[in-house]
């Protein structure tokens, strides 16, 4: 493997410490490209049907794409996928930062984690050499902590350490997994199967440039995006982060308030990136050779609590889900709520969503002050925002409950509380709401791995914002923008070709704020043009969009193998209720739209109507194993 891969994959058995390296061949690669893709082939070859997420036989494997470690902004990434432990669904979580790239020059492009460890561990690889060292020392620290320990122990301070917090160790459903402290792969409960392994970290160091087909063409390619960016729709996101949005989220009805009863909140102002960089944030920080920037740096203390520099800083995720679904306008408060999912490992959005969850609860008196242990769960209450979250971090209290996921504690508490739940598959929903964005409301339906906004792009690209982008949507063979509201076969068609190019982003692992079909830095063209000057393959945008619906189609064909359908297709029943005020006021999901809308989207996907992928789609995408699976 000469150009773009080492053509090296490391098999750990945890349970008896046993190292493999595995070298596939150049078709494996063409066809998977890395990241998602990559991941899915070992889960549906290697995790048997009705596994236990939290047990011995589930997989984790961590996967690098086929243009990681270029020279080129938005490169930087790495995919983990297992079973979820939410809701039995696959899992699928995506991280930038600097580990990455370093684990590409480190020798492997993936790391496939079988089995459990029998006390605890952390697998050191540097340049094509790994081994599992003893890490009972480092289990309990926080991240902060963890990583200064083990770049000691090694002796280099340029190692990069992805690991999990105490929330991993003590298996929080919503644990990540996480890497300079501040970068996590924070969907769907990867980090609670990493410390189902006794796996706490991956330390990595290599010296290995890698090797690109056409270095001249990859060159003028990032010379295009330095010399592009500071005019192109991105530089807001750089200038304030993802939190640029929340302004405009707001005005249009879309920021998900009070556990989702409104669209607006009264105390947005405070949570802006405006906010944010006039008060709290002290720099912008970047992953490897990213020209963007967008990464938030910030520093301040709440309540004597020092925010530390070393934590980044809060997204348009998080101001969100400690903000607004809680009613809190506290910046300080969410910046500190922030850094304790940081430093424990937890993900800012399922965090924030149980939180408001709880606070639902209690407001309706399925909580009361004998369960919250005297904490008042007050909407609007920051201490009881941040308390509750220590809580969770810890398995203390109430917190212990609530680490279960939302859905799961519904279940104990019973009366009327899995009406409050506002998730799908256990994956408890983003803050873009789908009663404006009706096509993202289908995504958030069918999505293997639950509701999630990085999986399409969003309805304002094909809407009134469509001739800014109109070129890029025409490569993608979109040229109808559809009226607001409206979930037409044509909204359909583009959710499903959205859907298929990003999910050729996370097997190929770019950003989707520098590559992407509407207002990104990048266009797919020159996703195309990168990863040829990268491989050195006469690839083609249909054939790199195929290894995106091809890994649609093996995360769907494992949940079928794990019992899930059209039944687990379903948004959460709270979504049905009119939002309350601003400018989504009496907007509500349209449940008889969408299971319409699931039936052309199934025959689209070429899927039977209980949405499993038929032999002639799945040979169609060289996945005729995967079929024989299902059978």
Known sequence: MSHGFNGRILHVDLTTGRMDVEEPNETFYRQYLGGSALG??????????????????????????????????????????????LGGAIGDAQAGGFWPAEAKSAGFDAYVFTGKSPRPVYLWVQDGQAELRDASHLWGKVTGEAEAAIRQELGDEKIEVLQIGPAGEKQVRFACIINMSNRANGRTGMGAVMGSKNLKAVAVRGHQRLQVADRKALTELARWGA???????????????????????????????????????????ALTGDAMSDTILKERDTCYACVVRCKRVVETEWQGHKVLPHYGGP??????????????????????????????GMDTISCGAVVAFAMDCYERGLLTSADTGGLDLAFGSAEAMVRLTEQIARREGLGDLLAEGAAQAAQSIGRGAEELVVAVKGNDLPAHMPEVKRS??????????????????????????????????????????????????????????????????????????????????????????????????????WEMMKVGERRLNMMRAFNVRHGLGRKDDVLPPKLAEPRVGGASDGIAIDFD??????????????????????????????????????E
């Not at 639950?450 to 914002?465: I, L, R, T």
């Not at 299971?595 to 109507?609: S, T």
Request: glycine share 8%; proline share 5%.
């Open 40 to 85: 899915m082939h070992y889960a549906l070859k290697l995790i048997p049907p009705g596994a236990d997420a939290l047990g011995p036989e589930n997989v984790l494997v961590l996967s690098l794409g086929a243009t990681t470690g270029a020279a080129i902004s938005g490169q930087s990434r790495v995919t983990a996928t297992a079973k979820s432990p």
């Open 227 to 269: 010399q592009n960016f500071e005019s192109s729709n991105v530089y807001s996101m750089g200038v304030n982060g993802t939190a640029d949005v929340l302004a405009f989220q707001n005005e249009t009805g879309t920021l998900p308030t009070r556990n989702w009863v409104s669209g607006s909140f009264d105390g947005y102002e």
């Open 315 to 344: 997204e348009y995720e998080t101001l969100s889900t400690f903000g607004s679904y809680c009613c809190v306008d506290d910046l300080p408060a969410v910046a500190y709520a922030n850094q304790v999912c940081n430093m424990y």
């Open 440 to 541: 993202l409301g289908l995504i958030y339906a069918v999505n293997p791995f639950g509701a999630d906004h990085q999986s399409s792009e969003h309805d304002p690209a094909y809407e009134g914002d469509y001739e800014s982008y109109a070129e890029r949507m025409a490569s993608l063979g979109l040229l109808e923008p559809q009226e607001p509201f409206s979930l037409t076969p044509e909204k359909i068609k583009y959710a499903l070709y959205t859907e298929h190019f990003y999910s050729l982003l996370d097997s190929i692992n770019v950003c989707q704020f520098v590559w992407g079909p509407s207002w990104h830095l990048y266009s797919p063209n020159q996703l195309v043009d990168m990863a040829r000057a990268v491989t050195g393959w006469d690839l083609s945008l």
């Open 593 to 630: 739209e969408l299971e319409k809308a699931k039936d052309v989207y199934y025959a689209m996907c070429g899927w039977d109507q209980e949405g499993v992928p038929t032999r002639a789609r799945l040979e169609e995408l060289s996945l005729g194993w995967v079929a024989d699976l299902l």
